[in-house]
């Protein structure tokens, strides 16, 4: 646009010149009109003086009436092109008037440009900080949660051998449970058919001396003693089984809830497969993808085998501490993690 607006003050200035010198020459023929004018007026008056002089005064004089008319179109043709240029300047000075007012436009455009660009990279950079600090904060989530579905894994592990040993415990009081259970049933019956033996042998022995009947009647009131306390102890022991039994049930439940929890557990960890987490390769070593992928954005060629093999080791020796916790608790926009 400068460059544009150079050439119109140029052409500007070369129709001025010209205008100028189109104005000194109309000056300089009207001058020679006037001259003109004199000279034929005495040229006139010799014409008295001589035929041939007025002859040839007559002939010069036409030769300079048709250069004068000739001066005359020329001067209104000088005036026409003069209007014309002075037409023409005044457009070019409109024409540099809105360049320079469309030049103003696009300075302010740019540096409004300028400074949104500006505030675009600022607000960038803001935003590219908390997605680092929102993927820092997650990984550090995700190890955490990782570390806590290990540990619950083994507390689960633990739980279910403890149960399975409760129940084996459980099942072997019950194998006797159910020996005493039965012990006493055939003693009760053992002793019902006693006790009705006797007391058909009481009916034969009325008529017997009030000595020998006393005798058996005590016989039969020992038996029906032990026949309660028999019946007292069966029923004792039926209860302590139905008490087992109701034990067994429970941990039978608290061993599916604890199954259905792992087992949640485990989907939830599957689910979380397509996002970077440090996985568990064997017992006690990592998986080295994890790092590999992390150092290929953040490193150069060079350096990546070596720094994530570095990182890998180092981590593998900090798990291999029992007290060593990585995590730690992060405030984002007053909510902590």
Known sequence: MTEERDQLNHAYDELSASLSRMTEDKDHMSQANVELSRSLSRMTGERDHTSQANVDLSMSLSRMTGERDHVNQANVELSTSLSRMTEERDHISQANVELSTSLSRMTEERDNMNQAYVELSTSLSRMKEER??????????????????????????????????????????????????????????????????????????????????????????????????????????????????????????????????????????????????????????????????????????????????ELCSLWQEEIQNSGWYPFKNIVINKNHY
């Not at 149960?163 to 012990?183: F, G, T, V, Y």
């Not at 009705?196 to 017997?208: A, D, F, L, R």
């Not at 009131?221 to 069966?234: D, G, P, R, T």
């Not at 929890?261 to 080295?288: F, Q, T, Y």
Request: charged share 35%; hydrophobic share 30%.
């Open 132 to 309: 680092d600090r929102i993927n820092q904060a997650h990984f550090e989530e995700m190890q955490r949660i990782m570390y806590e579905n290990q540990t619950l894994k083994i507390e689960l592990d633990t739980q279910r051998k403890e149960i399975e040993q409760q129940s084996k415990e459980i099942e072997r009081p019950e194998a006797q449970l159910d020996l005493k259970s039965e012990q006493p049933l055939v003693l009760s019956e053992e002793v019902t058919r006693e006790l009705s033996i006797v007391q058909g042998q009481s009916e034969g022995v009325k008529n017997m001396s009030s000595g020998d009947n006393a005798q058996v009647q005590k016989e039969v009131n020992q038996l029906q003693k032990e026949l309660e306390n028999i019946n007292y102890e069966l029923e004792s022991v039926r209860n302590l089984n139905q008490i087992l039994i109701t034990k067994e049930r429970k941990s039978s439940c608290d061993i599916q809830e604890a199954r259905k929890v792992l087992i949640k557990g485990l989907d939830d960890s599957a689910m979380m497969r397509g996002k970077p987490m440090i996985g568990i390769k064997r017992m006690g070593e990592l998986n080295l993808k994890p790092f590999q992928d992390t150092c290929n954005q953040k490193f150069s060629p060079a350096d990546r085998e070596a720094k994530s093999a």
